[in-house]
């Protein structure tokens, strides 16, 4: 167990530093498990992209893609029925599942979204983008919410509300990136309202109305992130204010991507160590101020995608 604790909070510590900054407050026990659900969905993400620890990509086929993407789909089925695994990443996940008891359905939910990106999948409308959010994003917070003792249906939907607002706040921050490697995850109709063509993006010429849309996105995430601050009510203290420190670090780079003006890409947005300490002191006056006004959380979640 403490050789599969180290292995995750590697994983952890260098695949995700803001994370990694708000995971500290989770108490012991808690911590411990965040770390190994993280590394898994780290493994399987590095994986699918030929990366290690979210660093280094090369380029990878689709059909390679695919093929990794099945390892991945059996080992998860082996963890599933109960099974030992020799990976590190699968040792650690089944750990989380047996103490925590995550659904198989929502393991094969994150499988999905790799399966996404490994299919090339294509964003005509918002919803697909949605959709692809909850699948590398919003689920993960589902299972992250089941950890930290989370039950409730409306308290699940929040969670996924802050996995989706963090990929909506990724996905803004990497547009360049994403194209170089050729991916773009902003909506086609978005892209056609701009009088851009999915296929002949230049991100030099279309610099202005690509951060004009990255813009729009990091507004679409204040909705969820809002959702996510009602949600965090239900969590113990602890919890509360690692996940209300991680949200306000996270929250910092899509108001950076807004400030940054059409020169947004030609730098990486990150936060500095400075101002995580910042948000960790705020996180916990945001958690208290949560946890105190329990009641808020049967305020109705309107307007947000859902998964059905």
């Not at 239900?234 to 910092?252: C, E, G, H, N, V």
Request: charged residues 25%.
């Amino acid at each position: 167990m403490e050789n599969l604790a180290a292995y995750s909070e590697t994983a952890i510590r260098q695949g995700s530093k803001s994370f990694a900054k708000a995971a500290m407050l989770f108490d012991r026990d808690t911590r411990q498990s965040v770390m190994m659900l993280y590394a898994w969905c780290r493994y399987c993400d590095d994986v699918i992209d030929g990366q290690t620890l979210g660093h280094d990509a090369r380029a990878l086929s689709s059909e390679e893609k695919l093929d990794r993407l099945q390892l991945l789909r059996e080992e998860t089925e082996r963890v599933c029925r109960g099974r030992t695994s020799s990976l590190p990443a699968f040792a650690a996940l089944q750990e989380v599942v047996r103490k925590h008891g995550i659904e198989r359905r929502h393991l094969f939910d994150l499988l999905e979204g790799f399966a996404l990106d490994a299919n090339e999948a294509s964003f005509p409308t918002l919803d697909h983008t949605l959709r692809y959010c909850y699948h590398v994003a919003g689920v993960v917070g589902v299972m992250m919410a089941q950890i930290m003792g989370a039950r409730g249906e409306q308290v699940l939907h929040r969670a996924a509300d802050l996995g989706i607002a963090f990929q909506l706040t990724n996905i803004a921050r990497d547009v360049r990136d994403d194209w170089e490697i050729g991916r773009c995850y902003l909506p086609e109709e978005w892209l056609q309202r701009r009088g851009i063509a999915r296929d002949g993006i230049d991100l030099d010429r279309h610099r202005i109305e690509l951060h004009a849309l990255a813009c729009d996105l990091v507004q679409l995430a204040e909705a969820y992130y809002a959702s996510a601050r009602i949600g965090m009510s239900q969590l113990p203290w602890r919890s509360a204010w690692a996940i209300a420190s991680a949200l306000l670090i996270y929250r910092d780079i899509g108001l950076q991507v807004q400030a940054a003006g059409d020169d947004v890409w030609s730098r990486r947005m990150e936060v500095s160590n400075r101002r995580k300490m910042l948000r960790l002191c705020q996180g916990s006056v945001l958690a208290l101020n949560a946890v105190v006004r329990r009641g808020v959380a049967g305020t109705r979640r309107e307007g947000l995608w859902t998964k059905t």
